[in-house]
């Protein structure tokens, strides 16, 4: 799916970028739906980005004090979004950004960006360049697995300024997310909570967690703030 501001009904502004977008899981994505310019490549990124997200799931579940492989079985790994952006040459940069501050819905988001800067991130209230390292990938922790770690992770605040260079600025971003949903929702797993550590949010449902995102432009931790004890 080709998009340019998927939020802009919702948005209170419009952003300077466009996107390729595509499903790739739960159900496996025939690759023939894919443009054939980057078909081949949309495919090996997947599987690439997959595999390195389930191995910092599993660090990340080692982390909590769980087994390796508990965010796996918990499906977290399921649900994938393949998102590319395109930040193309913008006259006016100080008129609008390339996307506007939010954090990210769902588990993790594994990203590659190519050399020209633009994307920042909210460290101890200032914006922070993240320069791009030649090989390298970003990894986010989303609000999902904020809620679910009880707030042992928390999620991460950043944008992108509108692009001043000639040339575009170019990312592909993997969107992981769960894709198994329990009846009674989700809310901080059991095992992280305790008398010493109560939940810090609320259970919530599939048709919350869909509606926060659906409902409005790109936002920070709405949903955290909802679900807060």
């Not at 796996?72 to 395109?86: D, M, P, Q, R, W």
């Not at 993997?174 to 008398?195: M, Q």
């Not at 949010?201 to 955290?224: C, H, P």
């Amino acid at each position: 799916m080709y998009a340019s501001n998927n939020d802009l009904y919702w948005s209170e502004a419009a952003c300077w970028h466009d996107s390729l977008q595509a499903w790739m899981g739960p159900k496996p994505l025939d690759p023939e739906e894919l443009p054939a310019i980057c078909r081949k490549e949309v495919v090996a990124w997947d599987l690439s980005a997959t595999k390195v997200a389930e191995m910092v799931m599993g660090l990340l579940s080692e982390g909590l004090g769980l087994e390796a492989g508990k965010f796996k079985e918990l499906t977290f790994s399921e649900a994938k979004v393949l998102v590319g952006h395109i930040y193309p040459y913008c006259p006016q940069p100080d008129l609008t950004v390339g996307i506007t501050s939010h954090t990210d819905p769902g588990v993790v988001t594994v990203l590659l960006q190519n050399q020209i800067q633009g994307l920042q991130v909210r460290h101890e209230d200032e914006w922070v360049n993240v320069k791009p390292v030649h090989g390298g990938l970003i990894i986010n922790v989303r609000d999902f697995l904020q809620i679910i770690s009880n707030g042992e992770y928390n999620s991460v605040q950043h944008r992108v300024r509108a692009n001043s260079c000639e040339e575009p600025r170019i990312s592909v971003v993997e969107f992981l997310n769960f894709s198994k949903w329990e009846e009674s929702g989700y809310g901080p797993l059991a095992e992280l909570v305790s008398a010493e550590k109560p939940p810090r949010y609320r259970q919530f449902t599939k048709a919350e967690f869909l509606n926060n995102f659906y409902s409005k432009g790109l936002d920070s931790k709405s949903l955290i703030d909802k679900l807060k004890l």
